[in-house]
């Protein structure tokens, strides 16, 4: 054998040996970095779900209090040919409400409003005393208040049907209507 050829030999086989080397370092590395973008795919999918979950719950508690509110109504017959709606709204909550006001139908009629003193629903009637407040500024936690509409003739009872506005303590306005559907508005103009 030539030294010359032991020499490109040994050469060779260290290059390829380092080539080897090499490629495994590579395909290492590559495998690693596959690893890292799995890892990181996975902590973004979960950092977005813990982002939803905080929204919801954020939205829940921003929601919360104006869900407590209920509104419930009925017609009722004047004796006359007449007829009036009552419209009970109960503040379920544990904060006040603010700014009570409801519209019957597409104007704000004139209304009587009633206050209770507590929530009880089987002896409401004996619990009320009157008042003529509209809209009604201010209803504590865990009371309730009833309004009367002006007498309108029963042909209309479709188009005055009642609907609900207020504040609730953290000063976002709502709506609600006789379907329970409650909403985020605007505030009114002037208030």
Partial sequence: MDS????????????AIAAGATLWTLKSQRDQIGEQRRFIGEQSRTLALERA?????AEDRRVSQARQVSMQQHRSSDGAGGEYWLVQVINGSDAPIHDLNVRF????LPTETREVTEIATNVLQSMIRDTWVHP??????????RFQSQAFRPQVAHNSRPSLKFRDDNGLHWALDVLGKL????PDPGT
């Avoid at 979950?53 to 719950?57: G, T, Y």
């Avoid at 009604?136 to 208040?145: D, P, Q, W, Y």
């Fill in 183 to 186: 909403l985020e508005v605007p």
């Fill in 105 to 108: 139908g597409d104007t704000y």
């Fill in 4 to 15: 010359g050829d032991l020499a490109t030999w040994v050469g060779s086989s260290f290059a």
């Fill in 136 to 145: 009604l500024a201010l209803l504590g936690a865990g009371r309730a208040v």
């Fill in 53 to 57: 979950e905080l929204r919801a719950v």
